[in-house]
């Protein structure tokens, strides 16, 4: 046993995809935690499909797909979140509208272009051989960026994730965080669809709050819990997904469901009222 | 000079004029009650007062050196989701916000303020309990000691007691009446006239537009107290 899993780690494609992949499941978790709380789990899901069709017209036009993906993506995120209290589109109903409308645009720039050979579903669902270097340089700086605005500003965080208007009264500029953690989900989204595939990042962002949330009832230990059962989770899964040659992304996802069942039972014994 | 001081005020809520005409001063240790039926611009004008919305006509002006972040703010219940995972601690030292000034960290005077108002509403008990576990009374107070982390001079209440039991929102409006007694500001919107009425030194009543402003006494004989109250007040 400790053979192959000494096996797998010797791997240069497997070093890459854990390290970039273990820190974007921290950085996901930790957002996650905020969107989670703020009602705008959606927005995460909606900037994957973003990123799939940014990608898709990035490749059909030959152009390298990050330096094309981030930057619309950001411009994404930025509108859905400056939106989140407006009124006149639901926010929910402004994602369905970004995201599918995102989707259908890389779908069709793939499919009128003759002579692209583009693994569709790699993208769809992610590739373990996709992680470049590149990327995992990209995650690392990310994650330290994330990772170090957390402690940092952590007070600051539960005030604004709590409540807004209260932390808005008190001085906070509350805009900026928001844009801020908007900005780090977007980074987050599309560096980590290159493993997880567009259709499944956003579970890494979503998992790992909502299984914490049923069993943690403080904000600290939510915080924690969520980020090392993220890591949990995407060991867990990309094991599993070496060993028996499952899709990595899809694995990861079934092991955060494990866990969810797992805290939901739990939450349940502990507190058998609720 | 007036501690907070509205002048010429409208204010608007989605694009439409609410309230219009707003015009009032306080003074230090005063405790005003803001009446008025659903929709009438209440919570608007405080949203005002806490400098989250922006006049479209008029200002507000604060006095004696009052800042405009030192403001405490009980907002009503249903704006915090009441299973967010916080600690009581955790959310009562979000209070002191106001004075982390550059500090990343709460200051150990602020985690003092934080345990000496817990006290002082009879909940330190509670400080590691989750928020979701506990009362709506519970809940309140836990917002209202927040809300004194923030402030040693003006408290801004919207519908404090609503929803409350009787005993417990008798418990809530002993401990304002407490606050204002040692020198707190107080301004409560409030649909309990009654109770309201008998600790108020002022009131300001809105429909659209100011109806009345005054001392609270004068206010049971007016013209605008018949307006919300029908015959209820000559009781």
Redesign the interface.
């Given at each position: 046993m400790l053979e192959s899993i000494l096996e797998m780690l010797s791997y240069p494609f497997m070093q890459r995809a854990i390290v970039a992949g273990l820190l974007i499941s921290l950085c996901a978790a930790l957002l996650g935690v905020i969107l989670v709380?703020k009602n705008l789990s959606m927005i995460g899901d909606g900037l994957s499909h973003v990123a799939f069709g940014a990608t898709a017209v990035a490749l059909v036009a030959n152009l390298a797909p990050l330096k094309i993906a981030i930057p619309v993506v950001l411009v994404a995120a930025f509108s859905l979140m400056h939106r989140r209290h407006s009124?006149r589109l639901r926010g929910d109903a402004a994602v369905a509208i970004l995201s599918t409308g995102a989707l259908a645009i890389g779908v069709m720039a793939i499919s009128v272009t003759p002579g692209v050979n583009v693994d569709l579903s790699s993208y769809m669902f992610g590739s373990i051989l996709a992680v470049s270097r590149e990327d995992v340089l990209l995650c690392i700086v990310l994650s330290v960026v994330v990772l170090t605005l957390f402690v940092?500003?952590?007070?600051?965080i539960?005030?604004v994730t709590?409540?807004e208007?209260?932390?808005?009264?008190?001085?906070?500029r509350a805009e900026g965080y928001a844009l801020l953690c908007a900005a780090l989900t977007a980074v987050t989204v599309v560096i980590g669809m290159r493993l997880m595939g567009a259709m499944l990042i956003s579970s890494l962002i979503i998992f790992p709050a909502v299984t914490s949330?049923r069993l943690?009832?403080?904000?600290?230990?939510?915080v924690i819990s969520s980020a090392v059962l993220s890591a949990l989770c995407f060991l867990c899964g990309i094991t599993v997904s070496y060993f028996f040659s499952t899709p990595a992304g899809a694995s990861i996802v079934c092991a955060n469901i494990l866990f969810y069942l797992l805290f939901s039972l739990a939450g349940m014994l502990v507190k058998p009222s609720r | 000079m007036a501690l907070i001081t509205c002048k010429n005020l409208a204010l608007s809520y989605?694009g439409r004029r609410v309230l219009e005409d707003v015009e009032f001063s306080l003074s230090a240790g005063d405790y005003l009650c803001i009446v008025g039926e659903n929709g009438s611009g209440k919570s608007t004008l405080m949203?005002a007062l806490?400098?989250?919305k922006s006049p479209d006509r008029g200002e507000i002006t604060f006095g004696e050196g009052l800042r405009?972040?030192e403001?405490g703010?009980l907002?009503q219940q249903a704006?915090?989701?009441r299973d967010?995972?916080?600690?009581v601690r955790?959310?009562v030292?979000?209070?002191c916000?106001?004075s982390?000034g550059r500090r990343?960290?709460?200051s150990a005077a602020a985690r003092r303020r934080a345990a000496e108002v817990m006290e002082k509403l009879g909940i330190s008990h509670l400080a590691r309990r989750?928020?979701?576990?506990l009362s709506g009374g519970q809940q309140q107070r836990v917002l209202l000691c927040?809300a004194l982390c923030?402030t040693r001079r003006v408290l801004l209440l919207d519908e404090p007691v609503a929803g409350l039991d009787p005993v417990v929102t008798a418990e809530l409006y002993g401990i304002i009446r407490d606050c204002n007694r040692e020198g707190m500001t107080v301004i409560m919107i409030s649909h309990d006239m009654q109770a309201a009425l008998s600790d108020a030194t002022h009131v300001l009543h809105l429909a659209g537009r100011q109806v009345y402003f005054g001392p609270a006494e004068d206010y049971r004989a007016s013209d605008a107290a018949e307006l919300l109250l029908g015959g209820v007040c000559h009781a």
């Open positions: 709380l009124a940092l500003f952590y007070p600051r539960f005030a709590f409540d208007d209260f932390a808005r009264a008190s001085g906070l949330l943690f009832r403080s904000f600290r230990t939510a | 989605e949203k806490l400098s989250l405009r972040t403001i703010y907002p704006s915090i989701a967010f995972p916080a600690s955790e959310i030292l979000s209070g916000q106001n982390l990343l960290f709460y989750p928020w979701q576990e927040r923030a």
